[in-house]
């Protein structure tokens, strides 16, 4: 909208001629850079504009986001933060204690949001009991896509177990088709790391290692058996896998060079993007018995000066959680709503059974943080286990020397 048509409506309401002029802006930093990605963004720089803002666009490309992490901490230091991050976790915290987060408690209070989201999720918002975030929705970690047609051809059922997915890859193998598309970059590797430990260990054994931190459990057998599988799954890839994005190897899954991927279901948007039909021409299965590694987007609300900001700020943190919004950013970006009343009708075959699951783990105390992607730990622990994890795949190393090597840098990073 116009200042001069919002100037006319203000004054003719009474209105200061102050509030009149907010004309909300935002520069926002995110990292939603693939094809299926920045379908999702522009439905909320779309959004934004029909309610008058002016979006600064500002994608720092790189997958989990660790690019655009960097990018921000330089921001903040020449004391020039983005107005909007995509943020995620308890590094919303960090943040926070840091002093470089405002709150928008007042949008939250005035939208209901406490009676809109799941607990779980609202306590990730807040920073000493008032919202300092907003969250956009949910992302699961552990799924297998898999080709339909690849798999149709070679006679193999989609996994739902580790022992299900090494038997299928060793038929794959042997009739020289790549069994794993995978991008070997440190967040990835994590990403598999964690979804063969909850599926391997159970929901309490991935608990205690990656939440609690449990020095026992680092160390145990049972920690040496995920390695194990690491090492076996390092024996799927094929030879260029070093370094390759993770939509590209979604790609490979896309166009039958490879028959599976495991990644959260941001691959499904870049499917979907790509006109595949879930549940028809790729399948969606996971190897958690029940559990749910949860991984939430949300955006939170840098210090910034300047009314024009702080309107944008407010009418940012207002959209993200309108009831509309979140069906549709949703559908195009492969996760589910994290309101709680937003209908799953409209949603696909794999999108309804991520719901369907999310609301049995939640029963079931079977939700459970995604440590890869920030939301179990701060990041110097998270960071501490990915350097093992990822310096185990590209060597020799073995399980054995993995879980000595775990389990001291996590100590070294407390
Ligand atoms: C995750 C993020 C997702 C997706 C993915 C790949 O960390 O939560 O929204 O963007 O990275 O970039």
Known sequence: MKKSVLLTGALALGLTASA???????????????????????????EF????????????????????????RARVLSGNAPTAVQLKGPSIQEWYEEGAIGNIDDVAKAENWDALLPAAIADHMKCDGAYCAAPVNVHRIDWIWGNSKVLADAGIEPPTTWDEF????????????????????????????????????????????????????????????????????????????????WNLATAMVINGEAAFQIMGDWAKGEFINAGKVPGKDFTCTSPSGGAYLYNVDSFAFFNVDGEDNVAGQK??????????????????????????????????????????????????GFLLPSYAHGMALRGAQAGAITDVVTAHFNSDMSSEEAVEALAQAVANSL
Not at 58 to 70: E, L, Q, R, S
Not at 177 to 182: E, K, Y
Not at 215 to 244: H, W
Not at 331 to 360: H, I, W, Y
């Open 166 to 245: 090494n038997a299928a890859a060793e038929k794959l193998k042997g009739m020289g088709i790549t069994p794993l598309a995978h991008g070997g970059q440190a967040w990835q590797d994590a990403t598999v790391f964690e979804a063969v430990a909850v599926g391997l260990g159970g929901p309490e054994f991935y608990r205690k290692a990656f939440v609690e931190l449990d020095m026992d459990t680092l160390k145990s057998d049972q920690m040496k058996a995920v390695f194990d599988q690491m090492r076996t799954m390092r024996g799927y890839v094929d030879d260029n896998f070093s370094g390759r994005d």
């Open 315 to 364: 009418l940012l943190a207002k959209l993200v959680m309108g009831g509309n919004f979140q069906k549709v950013f949703n559908l195009n970006k492969g996760s589910v709503p994290a309101r709680l009343d937003v209908s799953m009708d409209e949603f696909e075959f794999c999108g309804r059974q991520s719901n369907a699951d999310l609301n049995t783990a939640i029963d079931q």
């Open 20 to 46: 009149a002029h907010a004309d909300p802006q935002a520069e926002v930093l995110h990292w939603w850079t693939s094809g299926g990605e920045a379908a999702s963004v522009k439905v909320l720089m779309d």
């Open 49 to 72: 504009a029909a309610n008058g803002g002016t979006w600064t666009d500002m994608p720092v490309a790189g997958g989990g986001g660790d690019a655009a992490m960097t990018a921000l």
